[in-house]
């Protein structure tokens, strides 16, 4: 369900037992490993200067070392971890897949079944289209409007794209409970600006994406002509969606996408969409709805009824050929990532297909979780990063008390939100309980059906109830950390837990610059543009002076400005409105990684320079290293038009060159050097 869970920010672009100590095994493993070094002088690009070019100095060597692979279309240390990640899941897919007798219902069963059926690419090739003629036979037989929302329904439960979409997820007014949303959707291409967008570059991805769409049509059987007449009439018909839909940067403010409204009155401003046959087929039922879009709903109305029922058809089958393209034959796999991969993200060559199979293996993502930390997680970690995140708060606390620009009155409010963030380490407490999915050894494509199908129920039958706390919203493997403003919680999943994150064997500055300002990060998070207007209860609740939030918003608006004069391509700019959450995130991040690290050694005797560097020097390294990475062109460009998170070099620079910590650190001084003057240095947290 992508639509779930749309408020938590993640750090990057995002139990019936108790701890599960490390196995012999691991202990075996790790001897045989390399440790990993605290910050590797290889990496560096000593013909820059540090305080020229801070991203530079520290990731020049890197990424000549490490250049782009070409199953890649970014390369860096978030990506080598992961990779390491995924060859130990590897190793644990194969055992479990290579056992056909695994009791039915349990982790090992539906992870290593999952596994197999998506390994065995034989059978995918015998089955071809077996698994979707059923719903390509019902799409054929659409006689009316009526047809088509029963099936849109079931296309719905089944994770197949519609124009819109229901799921349920906390009141973000009154976040204990769950209720109903509506939410915009139906184009394919990444964002709305990539139908609107008339530059030579969108044009041409415009053209290479109909290609795609007439491609599938072709591969199921259409011939050459009707499918290019088809897929012409796809792109029209999502242009005029994209054209309606509320743009990323205003979707980020709760203010726009909280339109509480009885459902009488949704019906009423959209009487174009059968509800009544849509919301039985979904099984959902409530008075009231929180409305994302009211005026692209609006507009739907009008699309359903302008739209031929011929062209609905064919948008229809496209959407359900995509949707599954993964768990078809080699062709359809082939033609989406030569969209896809090849012309949206720079990438030359597919990952080889047992990544890919992982990848699309989400649906499980607590149970592929459970499964890594059984072996892999070390319990003490997680003691030691439990520590870290009381450190982190104890800086912010200082921290907020000397702000100049923030009232005492918003003061108390703001330490009393501070006190309030709960944290989950590692993994969840509690597993989930999927033993009821049905996954076999013998059907991908019906197996990763069913898992959406599963997810969908599981998510409409939250409808009325209480929010469950507890709850997990990343699998414990991935590499990756979240704020949820629903829950006032910041999440760190074990897998990002080790180096160059957090590294048992090196020196405390560097692990403070690297997982303390991943934490620092997480907290501001709660204290960003959007996160700071929920309260210590998840709630939207403003409990700022109208003084102080004016200050604040003076802050923002730096923030937004600096970014936007990035250039990182020629002629494309750093979004500064849609990456200022995360920019004022990766702020506090650093800042408060670096006084954290400070009151760590407050009364204890200087420390002796490591390879030449002072430790308040070397908390910068750990932030700089953990970004250390490069990417393709095209996956520049999706990114800056599509993700929150700017590019790795304003991720280092940015906040550094505001920084008076950093000057004095590397003695920065003269003209060339990328540092802000004073006057125009911003401090927010
Ligand atoms: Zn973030």
């Not at 709850?471 to 897998?495: D, K």
Request: hydrophobic share 35%; aromatic share 12%; with cysteine.
């Amino acid at each position: 369900m992508n639509k779930v869970n749309l408020t938590a920010s993640v750090l990057l672009m995002g139990a019936f037992t108790a701890c599960q100590p490390a196995t012999k095994k691991e202990t075996e493993k790790k001897a045989e490993e390399k440790p990993f070094p605290a910050f590797d002088l290889a990496n560096l690009d000593t013909t820059v200067a540090p305080c020229t070019d801070f991203f530079q100095y520290t990731t020049g060597g890197f990424n000549a070392n490490n250049p782009i692979p070409e199953s890649e279309s970014r390369w860096g240390q978030f990506n080598i971890l992961m990779e390491a990640n995924n060859k130990k899941l590897k190793g644990i897919f194969e055992e479990f897949s290579g056992k056909a007798d695994l009791p039915k219902g349990s982790t090992e069963q539906l992870v290593g079944d999952l596994y197999y059926s998506g390994m065995d690419t034989a059978h995918i090739e015998k089955l071809g289209l077996t698994n979707l003629q059923p719903t390509l036979d019902k799409i054929n037989a659409i006689a009316s409007l009526d047809d088509y929302f029963a099936l849109a329904a079931e296309m719905e439960l089944h994770g197949i794209q519609i124009p819109f979409g229901l799921y349920v997820s906390p009141d973000q007014m009154n976040s204990t409970m769950n209720v109903l949303y509506a939410a915009q959707s139906g184009t394919s291409l990444p964002d709305r600006d990539y139908y609107l967008k008339d530059d030579s570059m969108s044009v041409a991805i415009q053209d290479a994406y109909k290609v795609y769409v007439a491609k599938m049509f072709e591969l199921a059987g259409d011939d050459a002509e009707a499918s290019k007449a088809k897929a012409e009439a796809v792109y029209n018909l999502e242009y005029k969606l994209a054209e309606n839909q509320m743009s990323r940067v205003e979707r980020r403010n709760p203010a726009n996408t909280y339109n509480k409204m009885a459902f009488s009155e949704l019906v009423a401003s959209a009487p174009g969409i059968n509800w009544d046959v849509y919301t039985k087929g979904l099984g959902v039922k409530s008075d009231t709805i929180i409305v994302g879009q009211p005026d692209f709903y609006k507009y739907l109305s009008t699309w359903f009824g302008e739209v031929s029922l011929e062209d609905l058809k064919a948008y229809t089958r496209f959407k359900t050929l995509s949707s599954y393209a993964d768990q078809l034959p080699a062709a359809y796999e082939q033609a989406q990532f030569d969209f896809y991969g090849k012309m949206l993200s720079g990438t030359e060559q597919m990952k080889p297909r047992w990544k890919r199979t992982l990848g699309n293996m989400g649906g499980l993502g607590e149970q592929i979780g459970h499964l890594f930390v059984d072996q892999y997680f070390p319990a003490e970690s997680k003691e030691k990063v439990a520590q870290m995140v009381e450190d982190l708060r104890a800086a912010y606390r200082d921290r907020i008390n000397t702000l100049s620009w923030m009232s005492e009155e918003t003061k108390v409010k703001a330490l009393e939100k501070l006190d309030g963030f709960s944290y989950k380490i590692g993994y969840p407490n509690k597993w989930e309980d999927l033993s009821s999915l049905e996954i076999s050894r013998d059907n991908y494509l019906q197996n990763i059906m069913n898992i959406a199908e599963y997810r969908s129920h599981e998510n409409y039958e939250k409808l009325g109830k209480e929010v469950d706390k507890d709850e997990w919203h990343m699998g414990a493997h991935i590499v990756n950390a979240y704020y949820n403003p629903l829950n006032n919680e910041i999440v760190f999943p074990a897998g990002i837990l080790q180096p160059p994150f957090y590294n048992p064997n090196a020196d405390d500055a560097i692990n403070y610059g690297g997982i303390g300002g991943v934490i620092g990060h997480e907290f501001t998070h709660g204290f960003d543009d959007q996160g700071s207007k929920y309260d210590v209860n998840g709630n939207l609740n403003n409990w700022w002076t109208e003084e102080d939030k004016a200050n604040f918003d003076v802050l923002v608006k730096q923030v937004i400005d600096q970014y936007s004069a990035y250039e990182p391509l020629e002629g494309v700019h750093v979004n500064g409105a849609l990456t200022v959450g995360e920019n004022i995130a990766d702020f506090g991040g650093i800042t408060l990684a670096y006084y954290a690290y400070q009151k760590s050694r407050e009364g204890k005797p200087a420390l002796e320079p490591i390879d030449g560097y002072t430790d308040e020097q070397r908390v910068f390294l750990g932030w700089a290293q953990v970004w250390q990475s490069s990417q393709k062109d095209a996956a520049m460009r999706n990114q800056i038009m599509t993700n929150p998170h700017s590019p790795a070099p304003c991720r280092v620079n940015g906040p550094i060159s505001n920084m008076t910590e950093f000057e004095k650190a590397y003695n920065c001084e003269g003209d060339e050097t990328f540092m802000r003057p004073d006057s125009a240095k911003i401090v927010i947290w």
